[in-house]
């Protein structure tokens, strides 16, 4: 499985931004799919999480503010993020859980600032 992110970028606080990963190759034996963030100096951590089902999960951090979805037809997953804080800038990685193992993205830089 191939993973490629878009969106990405600079926000001012308060601000919102969208992100995209569309998956290609072996996309039947994808389950989940998500994203992580990593931001510097700090280890990765999971933002959100969606079952090909549409059953998601989320931080606690982002919860309410984020908005995780899918589709299927499109091999894509979307994360929309509303109200962004200094705190969220990070490199975001979208992922895929696969029969072998876990994909990962190139990773998209989000970044909260004015």
């Known amino acids: 499985v191939q993973l490629v992110e878009s969106g990405g970028g600079l926000v001012q606080p308060g601000g919102s931004l969208g992100l995209s990963c569309a998956a290609s190759?072996?996309?039947?034996?994808?389950?989940?799919m998500g994203w992580y963030r990593q931001a510097p100096g700090k280890q990765r951590e999971l933002v959100a999480g969606?079952?090909?089902?549409?059953?998601?999960n989320y931080a606690d951090s982002v919860k309410g503010r984020f908005a995780i979805s899918r589709d299927n037809a499109k091999n894509t997953v979307y994360l929309q993020m509303t109200s962004l804080k200094p705190e969220d800038t990070a490199v975001y990685y979208c992922?895929?859980?696969?029969?072998?193992?876990?994909?990962w993205g190139q990773g998209t830089q989000v970044t909260v600032s004015s």
């Open positions: 969606i079952t090909k089902w549409g059953i998601t």
């Open positions: 992922y895929a859980d696969e029969f072998t193992g876990r994909a």
């Open positions: 190759g072996n996309i039947f034996s994808i389950n989940v």
